[in-house]
Structures are given as structure tokens and as C-alpha cells.
């Protein structure tokens, strides 16, 4: 009786043990699928993203090329007129970043640029104005007491001369400023579609504008001195804007491709994993059949 009990007992704890496996195999295979179609989907949404930051950064480009212009004619009369900018211990900053992320290090390399700046240059009281959200959060942590002006709902399109006015404005009426503030602009260069560089600009002070011995010969009424010095500091402004939205669509470019082909290769080694957890699971089905017709 007993030797009959064993057997059938024996039988019974190998049909559990299979149907655990099945059902954990199974169980592995839906995650899988799961995840594999989870890991399509965020592929295909990079890929447009792709594509979209693609346009944008041609766009972007096209008006980069306008500011650079202007940027260039600003310089040029400041090198004819012979202009010596101060550089040395600025105590403006103005950082240049958008509202959105999802394209690398582009945010936190301004927000490191200004932080090691301030450090190096020993310029506590150094007055900061931020454009975006992105550096806004970042510098917060450090130098909340510090931040003059923000500005949010950036990025989004070009940045026109319209806007970089309107904030250059703002900017040089901010009345806890020094008397001649060194205001330095930090903005993202743009090098080519792959690479940027954190780059400081050197804006020019009124009193700096107003020492320049080639100006000193031609009699200047009423308030034309002080809008040319606001002219030149919107036409640095929009030209640094422009440069960093191009360089941040160029660096969201490059973060989608890269997504983009992680996503393809995590499909590749899931595909080859479920095809190898389906195929065992199919063995071990044809294992019980055969087993079973055996007994039989």
C-alpha cells in the first residue's frame, strides 16, 4: 500500500512543481511583453522628438545667423570707437536658459559656468538674473538671495529683438544695481550640431561708453548716449538668446538620437530574450506531452 502511495505522491509533487514553473515562465513572458511595448512606444516618441528638435534647430539657425550679424556690427563699432570694456570681477550675471529639458547637460553647464565664476572671482554680492526656469531652479539652492530677475515661458520659438529689448530694459532698471553694473552674459556658444561651449559675454557699462575717446568728438544731446548703451546691451542680449537656443535644440537633438538607439538596442536584447524564455517554455510543454503519452 505504501510503495503504491509513494509513487503516486511522487507524481503528484512533479505536476506541482512543473505547473509553478509554467505559471512563473508565463509570468516572465507577459513582463517581457510588457516592457518590450512599453520600450517601442518611447522609442517612436524620441524618434519624433527627434525629428521636431531637427526643424526647430534649422529654424533656430537661421536665426542665429541674423543676431550674429548684428552681434558683429555691435562689435565692431565698439572696437572703432575704441572702447576699453572692464572684464575683471563682474557682479551681473545674466544666465541664458529656457523652460525645457530633455536635451543634456545645456542647463547645468551655465548654472556650473556661474557658480565656478562666482567662487573663482570672490564676488559675493554678485547680482544674478535668469532666464528660464531650468537655471532658475538650479541657482536657487545656492543664491535665492541673489536673484533680481527671472523670466519664465522662454524657449518655446526664436527669440526676437522684441523681447531681448524688453528685458534688456528691465534689466538695466533694476535699482539695487551698482552705479555701473559689469554685467556679464552667460550663454551656451554654438559650435556645431554636436557640441556647445559655456561662454561669458562682456557687455559694455554706460561709464565705459561714455569714455570712449572717439566719442568725445561729436556733441551729444539729451539721452542719445544712454540709448545707444541700451542698444548695444539688447543687440549682445538677443545675439547670446539666439546662440543658446540653438545650441540647446542642436543638444536635444543629440539626446533624442542617442535615446533613441538605447531604445532600439534594450528591444533587441528583450526580443531575443522573450523569443529564448518562449522557447523554453515551449520545450518544457512538449516535455509534459511526451512524458504523459509515456505513461500512458
Given at each position: ?6 509513487p ?13 514553473h ?8 507577459k ?125 518655446k ?10 528685458i ?78 540653438a ?43 511526451i ?6
Amino acid at each position: 500500500m505504501l510503495s503504491a502511495v509513494r509513487p503516486a505522491a511522487a507524481s503528484a509533487s512533479r505536476t506541482v512543481v512543473q505547473q509553478a514553473h509554467q505559471q512563473a515562465n508565463m509570468a516572465t513572458l507577459k513582463e517581457i511583453q510588457m516592457r518590450l511595448k512599453s520600450i517601442t512606444n518611447i522609442g517612436k516618441i524620441t524618434k519624433s522628438m527627434k525629428m521636431i528638435a531637427s526643424t526647430k534647430m534649422a529654424r533656430a539657425q537661421r536665426g542665429m545667423d541674423v543676431a550674429r550679424a548684428n552681434g558683429a556690427a555691435t562689435s565692431a563699432l565698439v572696437k572703432n570707437i575704441g572702447v576699453q570694456a572692464t572684464t575683471d570681477n563682474p557682479n551681473v550675471f545674466v544666465a541664458v536658459s529656457s523652460d525645457r529639458g530633455l536635451c543634456g547637460g545645456v542647463h547645468s553647464a551655465i548654472t556650473k559656468n556661474i557658480k565656478r565664476t562666482i567662487k573663482a572671482s570672490n564676488t559675493g554680492d554678485a547680482a544674478l538674473v535668469i532666464l528660464g526656469d531650468k537655471c532658475r531652479n538650479q541657482l536657487a539652492r545656492e543664491y535665492r538671495e541673489a536673484i533680481k530677475l527671472t523670466y519664465s515661458q522662454l524657449g518655446k520659438t526664436v527669440p526676437s529683438f522684441l523681447e531681448a529689448s524688453i528685458i534688456a530694459d528691465e534689466i538695466l532698471a533694476i535699482k539695487d544695481l551698482p552705479a555701473n553694473p559689469k554685467i556679464n552674459v552667460v550663454y551656451n556658444k554654438f559650435l556645431s550640431v554636436i557640441a556647445y561651449e559655456p561662454t561669458h559675454m562682456h557687455t559694455i557699462s554706460y561709464a565705459d561708453l561714455k569714455a570712449a575717446p572717439k566719442l568725445a568728438t561729436y556733441e551729444m544731446e539729451g539721452d542719445i548716449l544712454a540709448n545707444l548703451h541700451q542698444f548695444m546691451f539688447a543687440t549682445s542680449l538677443h545675439w547670446a538668446m539666439n546662440e543658446g537656443h540653438a545650441a540647446e535644440f542642436a543638444a536635444r537633438r543629440s539626446a533624442m538620437d542617442n535615446a533613441t538607439k538605447n531604445a532600439g538596442e534594450m528591444v533587441d536584447r528583450l526580443t531575443l530574450l522573450y523569443n529564448r524564455q518562449r522557447q523554453a517554455s515551449i520545450t518544457n510543454d512538449l516535455v509534459d506531452i511526451i512524458t504523459g503519452a509515456s505513461a500512458l
